[in-house]
């Protein structure tokens, strides 16, 4: 069976930082992504990366704050958020790609249960 969970959600100030941390088991992917969905919203792409080479994509809104990375070994996937704002908080949710690591939900085959991350002022 294939499991995504993701950890490493929680409350912090504007501009701090957090970690998120998602663990794959079941098979190996293609490429992993990040999404998040705040409430009434649609599920929105963050960044994604492919295991075998590394390639990143990310979404403007989180370039230059955000950065994707994994540990082949461990098949976990990291997002290290930075210089976090208010409208980052969100429901943040891995997935898993059998062939692309597109920005449309669409692409992903498994999906996380999510960890909330909550900026305040």
């Known amino acids: 069976q294939v499991q995504l969970v993701e950890s490493g959600g929680g409350l912090v100030q504007a501009g701090g930082s957090l970690r998120l941390s998602c663990a794959a088991s079941g098979r190996t992917f293609y490429a992993m992504g990040w999404f998040r969905q705040a409430p009434g919203k649609e599920r929105e792409f963050v960044a994604a990366i492919t295991w075998s080479g590394g390639a990143t994509n990310y979404a403007d809104s989180v370039k230059g704050r955000f950065t994707i990375s994994r540990d082949n070994a461990k098949n976990t996937v990291f997002l290290q958020m930075n210089s976090l704002k208010l409208e980052d908080t969100a429901v943040y949710f891995c997935?898993?790609?059998?062939?692309?690591?597109?920005?449309?939900?669409?692409?992903?085959?498994?999906w996380g249960q999510g960890t909330q991350v909550t900026v305040s002022s």
């Open positions: 997935a898993a790609s059998s062939l692309t690591f597109g920005r449309n939900p669409s692409s992903y085959n498994y």
